[in-house]
């Protein structure tokens, strides 16, 4: 059974960067793998994305900012975040698109 550790998240202030960390336990391949966000009194949405062949995609408003990626060695996927914005506050969650797995999520708060 995969478990989903996410950290990195924080305190930053507009503009700054954060690297958020998700390391899959339970499994040696890393498949569809996502990143998704929650802030409060909205709806968990999908933030950016990694495919099993590599290829990515990210919701509109983060393109150019976030980047997704992953090193299979080390059954981790991450996001780069930069340009950090006080909307981009939220729990960012990871979660394994095959197995319908979710991390505990991890804190981001950008203030203005």
């Not at 690297?19 to 996502?34: P, Q, Y």
């Not at 991450?78 to 095959?98: G, I, R």
């Amino acid at each position: 059974q995969v478990e989903l550790v996410e950290s990195g998240g924080g305190l930053v202030q507009a503009g700054g960067s954060l690297r958020l960390s998700c390391e899959a336990s339970g499994s040696t391949f890393i498949n569809t793998m996502g990143w998704y966000r929650q802030a409060p009194g909205n709806q968990r949405e999908l933030v950016a994305r990694i495919y099993s062949g590599g290829s990515t995609s990210y919701a509109d408003s983060v393109k150019g900012r976030f980047t997704i990626s992953r090193d299979n060695a080390k059954n981790t996927v991450y996001l780069q975040m930069n340009s950090l914005k006080p909307e981009d506050t939220a729990v960012y969650y990871c979660k394994h698109e095959v197995f319908g797995r979710w991390g505990q999520g991890t804190q981001v708060t950008v203030s203005s």
